[in-house]
């Protein structure tokens, strides 16, 4: 016959002291320890007590390294069978704790109980340098490092250091290749379960992080908290050289490396050296002709997306860059700092040949050519060389018997302005050369 609820609370063991109620008198002396403060369980290798036998055992394992519990999916190790069970939610997706306020899901306790902080407006950490406040004191830990320089956790294969263990571990994974996550949609395998989950945002178009400000949403939390200091000005990563100051942690890197002089990225094919990576992605476009961005106007293709934005302004007339002294607009800002340059006279541009100084770069580059006697551009019809590409341009007509330029008097046409000019003066009667003897 079944018992009933109450016959089953009767023969429970209850505390005197509070309301629990336990099945078994072992687990009631356990949980008296609660009120005495007793905790008959020693440490022999420090000063520590416990009052569960359980929890001795556990802490032993701080002294002797021993991690008995195993992931039979990535072979993590662990000291305890509670993070070990937490563990595996990485692979199975499973996130239990819901916060009540955002719907924002968890997969431990822990991590709920930190973000309910940034609802609650809790940030008991706090930063003396910068004063950014954290829900955790462990956050607070990683974000001084920022400031320090410090990292601890060292790559014993390739001598790599982290500021955080969490990026030790991801880290150690691109040694072992091992790529378990793989992507639902398109097969893609990542190391951490972690990237498969910011790369499937792109097969879902989920952008759960919305600015309060304006109406932007982004896929991962990072991008917004960039993006939140747009609006309010935020520059929290410092040069410790000079006083620029910048918004996000790679801006800094890009600038630092303008004190050092260092330029990691390598071409292959000509041994040109950049600071930045994406620098050398658009340089080896010069090498393959590849030009991935396409005018849809006139089809024409670039090799940098901002040589298309200012392309297309030839389309639309638009000239946003107006210059303060006269009333010139140009199409891009470079065009307009090189205008500039003709009221302030500046010609930073120097040859290291001779005293010659120009406005413009190109110039520079083109007039270093006189020195060296290079010819870079050829024509493919009769192999004559120039030293630069307005005159292959001008000598290709030759071919081509293109003669855009004519004359409104007589109607005579030539292959450059220059030979125009020249003829002009047969009408005029201008003869502005005279002989000195």
């Not at 050398?280 to 849809?296: A, D, I």
């Not at 307005?390 to 071919?399: E, F, P, Q, S």
Request: hydrophobic fraction near 20%.
């Amino acid at each position: 016959m079944m018992k009933s609820r109450k016959e089953i609370q009767e023969k429970c063991k209850k505390c005197n002291v509070c309301t629990a109620a336990f099945k078994t008198s072992c687990e009631l002396k356990c949980h008296m320890r609660i009120h005495t403060g007793e905790k008959p369980y020693k440490c022999e290798m420090c000063t520590s007590e416990f009052a569960q036998k359980g929890t001795l055992s556990k802490h032993m394992r701080t002294h002797t390294g021993a991690k008995p519990h195993k992931c039979d999916i990535c072979m993590s190790e662990f000291a305890e069978k509670e993070v070990l069970r937490s563990h595996m939610r990485i692979h199975t997706g499973e996130k239990p704790y819901q916060c009540q306020d955002c719907m924002f899901q968890f997969t431990t306790s822990s991590g709920l109980k930190s973000h309910s902080r940034t609802h609650t407006g809790q940030a008991s950490y706090s930063c003396d340098v910068c004063m950014s406040k954290f829900s955790s004191r462990y956050a607070l830990v990683n974000h001084m490092r920022k400031h320090t320089g410090e990292k601890p956790y060292k790559c014993e294969v390739c001598l790599s250091k982290y500021s955080n263990r969490h990026s030790l571990m991801y880290h150690m994974k691109t040694h072992t290749e091992e790529t378990p996550y793989i992507c639902k949609f398109c097969k893609t395998k990542f190391v951490t379960s972690r990237d498969l989950q910011r790369h499937l945002k792109k097969h879902t178009g989920e952008k759960p992080y919305k600015c309060q400000v304006c109406s932007s949403a982004f896929a991962e939390k990072d991008a917004l908290t960039k993006h939140r200091r747009r609006h309010t000005g935020e520059k929290p990563y410092k040069c410790t050289l000079c006083t620029s100051t910048f918004a996000v942690k790679s801006a800094l890197n890009s600038h630092m490396r303008t004190h050092t002089g260092e330029k990691r990225y390598k071409c292959d094919i000509c041994s040109s050296r950049f600071t930045e990576s994406s620098n050398l992605t658009v340089h080896m476009r010069k090498h393959t002709g590849e030009k991935p961005y396409k005018c849809s106007v006139c089809k024409l293709g670039f090799s940098v997306s901002g040589n298309l934005t200012a392309h297309l302004r030839t389309h639309t007339g638009e000239k946003p860059y107006k210059c303060t002294l006269c009333t010139s607009e140009y199409a891009t800002n470079r065009s307009l700092k090189q205008h500039m340059r003709t009221h302030t006279g500046e010609k930073p541009f120097k040859c290291e040949i001779c005293t010659s100084e120009f406005s413009i770069k190109s110039n520079l580059t083109r007039h270093m050519r006189t020195h060296t006697g290079v010819k870079p551009y050829k024509c493919d019809i009769c192999m004559s060389r120039f030293s630069d590409k307005g005159y292959l341009k001008v000598h290709m007509r030759i071919h081509s018997d293109v003669k855009p330029y004519q004359c409104s008097i007589c109607n005579s046409q030539f292959t450059s302005s220059s030979y125009l000019k020249a003829h002009r003066r047969v009408h005029i009667e201008k003869k502005p050369y005279k002989c000195d003897t």
